[in-house]
């Protein structure tokens, strides 16, 4: 996610990366695919991809295909990925007030998710099973 939100200062400018990574990679699997864009340089740099890894992002595009508006919805990506990097910062804090403020306090965002949906996903994953199963695994469990 920083990686990205460093490259990318605007949230459209984000979405189009990943719209043209995507697109890009549709094309190299099946050169003959009507894609709304691709960008040629990024296409010559995939078709080295090896066929064996080539092959299994073909079977991956394909599942993805079948179903677009789950899984090649980018805007909805951009907001679990930041969902996900708010729960990691929470996982090794371990301090909700403080991950909701620095959440409250934020001046830009990687996503459109509103900040009290992203205050809400991280009080809700603070309070899951999942939480705590993790900081265990982690070693990082009270207790």
Do not use: C
């Not at 990366?17 to 009507?34: G, M």
């Amino acid at each position: 996610q920083h990686f990205i939100a460093t490259i990318d200062e605007s949230y459209e400018n984000r979405k189009s990366r990943l719209q043209t990574i995507v697109y890009t990679l549709i094309k190299t699997i099946n050169p003959q695919a009507q894609v709304p864009f691709h960008e040629d340089a990024l296409l010559q740099h995939f078709q080295q991809i090896p066929a064996p890894e080539l092959n299994a992002m073909a079977k991956l595009i394909q599942k993805m295909q079948a179903n677009a508006q789950q899984h090649l919805n980018l805007s909805k990506w951009l907001e679990m990925m930041e969902h996900s990097a708010n729960r990691l910062g929470l996982l090794l804090a371990n301090d909700i007030g403080s991950a909701m403020q620095v959440i409250r306090n934020e001046t830009g965002t990687f996503s459109k998710a509103p900040t009290q949906d992203r205050v809400r996903e991280v009080v809700l994953f603070g309070l899951s099973e999942n939480y705590f199963q993790l900081r265990k695994a982690l070693g990082l469990a009270i207790g």
